[in-house]
């Protein structure tokens, strides 16, 4: 079958998630990087543990837990503004450079993104990264409260794009997702 969409994850494929190190430097100096990091590990492993559990919570209240989590574990005092400015670094999320060059370049495909991401958080960072005129569809888990990779989550673009599991190319930079794509019966 030929491939007719392109499905992308958002965090860490199309947005550097580290991005943010330049603004926990600022706020944490010298702890950035590792803020970044453990921020991000804990965001992910928050989101299999709610989905193991059922308890579904939306990504921007797993992103603050997380955030709470990271910069305790490192002993960096959290105050209130810190989390408001580290969470709208989020929302700004710097888009990969190749990716502003791919997606304007793939117009005989459908594209969008599949994303863990809130709603709000992937309106904001696609909207203020420039990308969504080359878009069909920005798809959050919300719709069915559970994160990748639940195979109810990459379902989500066969419906809303029309096209058959094999005819959907998946890109991600996370080993986790292209695994569950690829059980889905994504091509990756």
């Known amino acids: 079958m030929t491939i007719k969409a392109l499905v ?5 494929t199309l947005f550097d998630v580290n991005s943010v190190v330049a603004i926990c430097d600022k706020l944490y100096p010298g702890k950035g990087a590792a803020l970044s990091q453990l921020w991000r ?3 992910i492993e928050y989101t299999w543990l709610r989905s193991l559990m059922g ?3 939306d990504f921007a209240r797993i992103t ?3 955030l709470r989590y990271a910069s305790g574990a490192l002993g960096l005092k959290l105050e209130a503004s810190h989390v408001l400015r580290l969470m709208d670094a989020y929302d ?3 888009a990969f450079p190749d990716a502003r060059e791919i997606l304007p370049a793939l117009t005989q495909y459908r594209r969008a993104i599949l994303s863990n991401g809130a709603p709000a958080m992937l309106e ?3 909207k203020n990264s420039g990308l969504a005129s080359h878009l069909d569809a920005v798809l959050s888990v919300d719709l069915v409260k559970t994160y990748k990779p639940d195979p109810r989550v990459y379902q989500l673009a066969i419906d809303r794009l029309g096209v058959a ?3 959907i190319g998946f890109v991600s930079s996370n080993y986790w997702d292209v695994a569950g794509a690829k059980s889905f019966g994504f091509r990756i």
């Open 124 to 126: 904001a960072v696609v």
């Open 165 to 167: 599991k094999a005819e």
């Open 41 to 43: 590990a804990k965001q």
């Open 92 to 94: 700004r999320l710097a």
């Open 64 to 66: 603050a837990d997380a």
């Open 55 to 57: 308890r579904y919570e």
């Open 8 to 12: 992308f994850d958002a965090y860490g």
